[in-house]
């Protein structure tokens, strides 16, 4: 079965360092998303993106995050100048359209020092 | 604003024992997923629950949804250590965009 993939799996930063998540949707999907998970805490909407564009962001979404989809096949999440409350996992999805369920990419560990 | 609340947020139980989590949800969805995870793992897909009186179950686990009443269970049937997780509700917005929004989790604690 297609899986939305996520690299890197662990990503260790320096506070103020620029990060890129990557991620893999399923290959005939048409909206993208991204979560945030604090350790211990639940996980939270940042932005969704269709048709090349940001279709809604939450408040987490802020300037110092963009999103982007590069080739058509990448999804990236870029944090500019990364927080120590940015650590948390990073979580991609993807849906095909017409109210089809989210399927989830395995997470990117995000650890800002 | 879509919210989702699960009761309860913590769960110590014996093996062997029947229990509930209960994930109510304030607007109108009739998509709604149960989501497992270990710590410091991802989420693993438990359950999809795609219309009003959905019922699956899958080993130990069994869920059901009620759009009506906004309600979703997730069943545990002669609990076992490995059961040990905490345990998502997400229920969709319906919106354009179908953003998923997270209860905070019910963490599950299987005593042997």
């Known amino acids: 079965e297609p899986e939305v993939t996520q690299t890197p799996s662990h990503q260790v930063t320096q506070m103020g360092q620029e990060v890129i998540l990557r991620c893999v949707p399923i290959s005939n999907h048409l909206y993208f998303y991204w979560y945030r998970q604090i350790l211990g805490q639940k996980v939270e909407f940042l932005v969704s993106f269709y048709n090349n564009e940001i279709s809604e962001k939450s408040e987490i979404f802020d300037d110092q995050f963009s999103v982007e989809r590069p080739d058509g096949s990448n999804f990236t999440l870029k944090i500019r100048s990364t927080k120590l409350e940015d650590s948390a996992m990073y979580f991609c999805a993807s849906r095909k359209g017409g109210h089809q369920p989210q399927h989830f990419g395995d997470g990117t560990r995000l650890s800002i020092l | 604003e879509l919210k989702v609340e699960q009761n309860p947020l913590f769960l110590s139980m014996q093996e062997g024992k029947n229990y509930t989590i209960y994930c109510n949800y304030s607007t109108t969805s009739d998509r709604l997923y149960w989501y497992r995870q270990d710590p410091g793992k991802s989420l693993e897909s438990l359950f999809v629950?795609?219309?009003?009186?959905a019922v699956k179950q899958e080993g130990r686990l069994m869920a059901s949804l009620d759009t009506k009443a906004r309600l979703s269970t997730l069943h545990i049937t002669a609990a076992v250590h490995d059961l040990s997780a905490t345990y998502f509700c997400a229920v969709d917005t319906m919106n354009r965009d179908d953003k998923i929004i997270f209860g905070k989790g019910t963490r599950l604690h299987i005593l042997p």
């Open positions: 629950l795609l219309s009003n009186g």
